[in-house]
């Protein structure tokens, strides 16, 4: 199982980007995934948390600019940033808890990181 990260990028400061994370290998479902980022200088923060059930948590710097949400039948984790900010600036990394099988515990794993800038 990995997770492939994309949709990272540079935009103006108000733009949008819509960053995707695609799970590869044999799972049964994705049951909670996240987004992480961390800019030059500061700690690795989470940004947004949501679980396969819909249920989600976000950053307070994010909360009403991003949206995370699963698709299992795709197997990928979306990110919908909008109304980017400079301090939103920072590589992205996605996460998430996969269950191999039914019934079977599930087991963590990180992508790579997707560098997104927001600038003039």
């Known amino acids: 199982v990995q997770l492939q990260a994309s949709g990272g990028g540079l935009v103006q400061p108000g733009g949008s980007l819509r960053l995707s994370c695609e799970v590869s290998?044999?799972?049964?479902?994705?049951?909670?995934a996240a987004w992480h980022r961390r800019a030059p200088g500061k700690q690795r923060e989470l940004v947004a948390a949501v679980t396969s059930g819909g249920g989600t948590n976000y950053a307070e710097s994010v909360k009403g600019r991003i949206t995370i949400s699963i698709d299992n039948a795709k197997k990928t984790v979306y990110l919908q940033m909008n109304s980017l900010k400079p301090e939103d600036t920072a590589v992205y990394y996605c996460?998430?808890?996969?269950?191999?099988?039914?019934?079977?515990?599930?087991?963590?794993?990180w992508g790579q990181g997707t560098l997104v800038t927001v600038s003039s």
């Open positions: 290998g044999i799972i049964f479902n994705i049951a909670v």
């Open positions: 996460n998430a808890d996969i269950r191999a099988r039914p019934g079977r515990p599930t087991r963590h794993y």
